[in-house]
C-alpha cells in the first residue's frame, strides 16, 4: 500500500468555484485534500513537505479537448512524448489526441496501438478519440475506451473524410446517447466548388455544414461538439439549436480569436490551418459571443518549417504552449475574466466529457494545478518550445501572466521552464458521471 505523502502549498491565491481566494493548499498523494486559511496538516501526518507559493495564483491544470499528437505516423513533427510535455509547458494536464494519424484511429486494433504508444511516452494525462470512415459505425460506437467519436464532414489533413449521408446518419444513429460526436464542420462540397474558383474554404462552407449538422443532432438526439468555430453566424445557429433544445456544444481555437485573415498573409504558410483565420468582423464576431461559446481549444496542429515552406503547405498551427498566456494577457485586458479562463479551458471541458477526476479546485479531485505570476510580462518566442515543430504564430508578441509551476496527480511536473515529468507519467483519463 502506498504511503500517505502530504503536500502544503502555501500563501497562494486560488481560483475556487469563480472566486479569487487567499488560502493554503493540501494535498494527499494524487488528490486534493482541502484547502484553507493558515491551514495546518492533519495531526495523522507528522511528516510533510511545504512548498511556499505566495505571489502565485492557482489555477486548475487546463484539459484541452482537441490536440494533434500526430503519433502514429508522423513523429517527425509531434510524438507522445514531445506534445505532452508541450503541453505541460503550457500548464494542459489533460490532451484528447485526434484520431487522424497514421494508420488512423478507426478500430480496436489501431486504437489500442495509440494506446500502448501514449502510455510509454505520455507525461501528461491523455485520451484518445477514434475516427469515422464511411463503413466503422458500429465498431466506432462500440470503442467506449475512446474519449469521444470525431467526424471530419470536410476534409483536412489525413484521409478521414465522411461526406456521404447514409454513413454519417450510421455513425449519428450508431453513437451511445452518452457519448459525444465531435465533428469538423466545412462542407466538402462546397469546399471543392470554391477550390475550383481559387477560393479557399470561405465561411459559407462552414455555416452550410454546421446547420446541416444541427439538423441531424436534431433529428437523432445525439450529442454535437463542433469543432474550432470561426464565425459570428456558426454561433447565432447554436445558440438558436440550442434554445429549440438540441443537444449541441462547442469550441473555439485562439488562434481564431487573435489572427485574421491579413494576419495570413503576414504569416504566409504559418498562418494556414482548416478552417481558415477569417476576416474582422468574424474575429471580433467571436469575442462579442463569447456567451454562447463552451469551450476554448487550441486545436494544436503541428507542422515542421519544411513542410509549411513547401510547395504544398499543409494546414494547422501549434497551439499548447500559447493558449493560456494568450487567455491571460485578455484577462490583464478586461475582456475576460480569470473565472471565464477556468471555465472555458478546465471546468466546462472536464465536465462536458465526463471526468470527474478533472477541471477544478475541490477536495477529493485530482491535484493537477496550474501556478502563475499573474503579472509577469514577457514576449513569446519560438526558442525554447517543447512542440518539435519549433514555431508559434503568435512569436514576438507580449503577453502578461507566466506560468511558474504546473502539478499533475499530486506531483510537479513542470518548475520554473523545465518538465521534470518522466515519460509514462501521464495517464489515460477514467471517464465517468462528471463531479
Known amino acids: 500500500m502506498r504511503a500517505m505523502q502530504l503536500t502544503l502549498l502555501k500563501g497562494g491565491q486560488l481560483v475556487v468555484e469563480g472566486q479569487l481566494l487567499t488560502a493554503d493548499l493540501a494535498i494527499v498523494n494524487e488528490r486534493i485534500l482541502g484547502y484553507g486559511a493558515d491551514l495546518a496538516p492533519p495531526p495523522e501526518f507528522n511528516q510533510f513537505d511545504t ?70 511516452k505520455a507525461v501528461c494525462d491523455f485520451g484518445l478519440y477514434v475516427g469515422g470512415t464511411q463503413d466503422n459505425a458500429d465498431e466506432a460506437a462500440s470503442l467506449s475506451d475512446a474519449v469521444g467519436l470525431k467526424l471530419y464532414i470536410g476534409s483536412s489533413t489525413g484521409d478521414l473524410l465522411v461526406d456521404q449521408f447514409e454513413a454519417q446518419i450510421a455513425h449519428f444513429m450508431a453513437t451511445p446517447l452518452d457519448r459525444i460526436i465531435a465533428v469538423h464542420a466545412e462542407d466538402e462540397a462546397a469546399v471543392r466548388h470554391y477550390a475550383k474558383q481559387g477560393q479557399r474554404r470561405p465561411p459559407i462552407c462552414a455555416k452550410l455544414s454546421t446547420a446541416y449538422l444541427l439538423t441531424l443532432a436534431e433529428q437523432t438526439g445525439r450529442h454535437l461538439h463542433i469543432c474550432h468555430v470561426t464565425t459570428r453566424d456558426e454561433l447565432t445557429l447554436i445558440r438558436q439549436a440550442k434554445e429549440r433544445g438540441v443537444r449541441v456544444t462547442c469550441e473555439v481555437s485562439p488562434h481564431h480569436l487573435w489572427l485574421n485573415t491579413q494576419d495570413e498573409q503576414r504569416l504566409g504558410p504559418y498562418g494556414r490551418c482548416n478552417p481558415p483565420l477569417r476576416d474582422e468582423p468574424d474575429r471580433t464576431g467571436l469575442w462579442e459571443h463569447l456567451d454562447g461559446v463552451d469551450l476554448i481549444a487550441t486545436d494544436h496542429a503541428p507542422h515542421t518549417r519544411a513542410e509549411k515552406e513547401s510547395g504544398t503547405p499543409p494546414a494547422g498551427i501549434p497551439g499548447l504552449e500559447t493558449m493560456l498566456p494568450l487567455l491571460l494577457t485578455a484577462v490583464t485586458e478586461g475582456r475576460m475574466s480569470l473565472a471565464d479562463v477556468v471555465s472555458f479551458t478546465a471546468t466546462r471541458p472536464a465536465h462536458l466529457f465526463n471526468l470527474p477526476d478533472k477541471g477544478s479546485i475541490r477536495p477529493n479531485k485530482h491535484a493537477d494545478l496550474t501556478l502563475v505570476d499573474l503579472n509577469e510580462t514577457w514576449t513569446l518566442s519560438d526558442d525554447g518550445l517543447e512542440t518539435r515543430c519549433g514555431w508559434t504564430p503568435f512569436a514576438g508578441m507580449d503577453v502578461t501572466g507566466r506560468v511558474k509551476q504546473v502539478w499533475l496527480r499530486g506531483q510537479c511536473v513542470y518548475r520554473e521552464g523545465s518538465v521534470v515529468a518522466e515519460p509514462g507519467y501521464g495517464q489515460r483519463v477514467q471517464q465517468g458521471q462528471a463531479g
Not at 502514429?72 to 489533460?94: I, M, N, Q, W, Y
Open 51 to 120: 512548498v511556499d507559493v505566495s505571489g502565485l495564483t492557482i489555477l486548475p491544470g487546463l484539459v484541452d479537448v482537441h490536440v494533434h499528437l500526430r503519433e502514429p505516423g508522423a513523429e517527425h513533427k509531434e510524438d507522445f512524448l514531445s506534445g505532452t510535455r508541450a503541453a505541460l509547458a503550457g500548464c494542459v494536464t489533460t490532451v484528447f489526441g485526434m484520431p487522424n494519424t497514421t494508420p488512423t484511429i478507426t478500430t480496436r486494433t489501431s486504437l489500442d496501438q495509440a494506446i500502448v504508444l501514449a502510455d510509454e
